[in-house]
């Protein structure tokens, strides 16, 4: 699987809020951080599972576009509007994926 599929396959899988597929496409060390930041606010995929459950379960109408992406090598960098997100209103961010081995392996959120 192309670092561009495996990030589609991720967004599709958030958008259907199914964890267990959305889990999947992350690496089990899989890093999130916040751009400039050198401490991740998620470390492994049962992290990750934990975090985005919850999230998943507070928000059934959590959807997410992808209004532009920019593919270099192993690297995915998604311009995304997040909407129905318990608690938050539309939230526009910009991610940038690592893929390793058809896997999610780190990603720097830029938000706004």
Request: glycine share 6%; with cysteine; proline share 3%.
């Amino acid at each position: 699987m192309t670092p561009e599929e495996i990030v589609q396959q991720q967004v599709i899988a958030y958008n259907a809020r199914d964890i267990e597929a959305f889990s999947r496409c992350h690496h089990k060390d899989v890093e999130l951080y916040r751009l400039g930041e050198l401490k991740p606010f998620v470390k492994g995929r049962d992290a990750l599972y934990d975090r985005y459950k919850s999230i998943f379960e507070e928000s059934p109408n959590l959807h997410t576009d992808v209004v532009q992406r920019m593919v270099l090598g192993d690297t995915v960098i998604d311009k995304e509007v997040i909407v129905g997100r318990s608690g938050v209103g539309t939230s526009h961010f910009i991610a940038i994926y690592q893929v390793e081995k058809s896997m999610i392996y780190r990603v720097h959120f830029v938000s706004q």
